[in-house]
C-alpha cells in the first residue's frame, strides 16, 4: 500500500488499532479491508486523519466497513452490534459519528460497492464485475457480463413479471 512519508505514523497508529479489534472481535478479511480504507484516507490531500482522536478514526473505519458489509447481522459471522465499536476502541459514540460522515462524504462509500465489500460476501452482489446475473441463471456465472446487460436483465425481468401480474387480472 502506498502511504505518504507524512502519514506513516498516523497509518500505523490507525491500523494497530484496528489490527487489535479484528483479531480479537472479527477476523483478517476486516483487518485487511480496515488496512485498505486507512490507507486511502492517508492519500486524500489533505487527510482527514490529520484531525481528530486516530482512536475514533479507528472505530469509524471499523464502523463505516461493519455498517457496508453487515456486521450487526446475527446470521452472519463474525457478527458485532455497531453501537458496541465506538466502546471497544474506548471513544465517544458522537466521535465515531462525525468520523463516519467524513467517511462517507470523502469516499462516497455504499453498500454493495466492491471496494469495500469482504471478498467473502462479493458472490452475494449481483452487479460485482466478474458476478452475472442472467435469466436462466441467478447464481454467478463467472461469464463477466456488463454491469448495463445485467441492469437490462434485471428491468426485462421486472416488466415481464409485472406483465404477467396485469394479465391474470
Not at 37 to 49: D, E, G, I, M
Not at 153 to 160: E, K, M, Q, T
Amino acid at each position: 500500500m502506498q502511504i505518504p512519508e507524512p502519514m506513516q505514523a498516523h497509518f500505523s497508529a490507525v491500523t494497530e488499532a484496528t489490527d487489535r479489534l479484528c483479531t480479537t472481535h472479527l477476523n483478517q478479511e476486516y483487518a485487511d479491508k480496515c488496512r485498505e480504507l486507512t490507507a486511502c484516507l492517508c492519500r486524500k490531500s489533505p487527510s482527514p486523519l490529520l484531525s481528530g482522536s486516530l482512536l475514533a478514526w479507528a472505530a469509524a473505519i471499523t464502523y463505516e466497513l461493519g455498517s457496508l458489509n453487515f456486521l450487526s447481522d446475527t446470521t452472519r459471522t463474525p457478527s458485532l452490534p455497531l453501537q458496541n465499536i465506538a466502546p471497544l476502541y474506548g471513544v465517544s459514540a458522537s466521535a465515531t459519528a462525525s468520523k463516519v460522515k467524513q467517511i462517507r462524504e470523502l469516499l462516497g462509500t455504499r453498500q454493495f460497492d466492491p471496494r469495500w465489500t469482504l471478498p467473502s460476501l462479493q458472490a452475494d452482489i449481483p452487479l460485482v464485475p466478474g458476478r452475472a446475473r442472467t435469466r436462466g441463471d441467478r447464481r454467478a456465472s463467472g461469464l463477466g457480463m456488463a454491469r448495463s446487460e445485467t441492469f437490462m436483465n434485471s428491468a426485462c425481468d421486472i416488466l415481464l413479471a409485472a406483465s404477467k401480474r396485469e394479465s391474470r387480472q
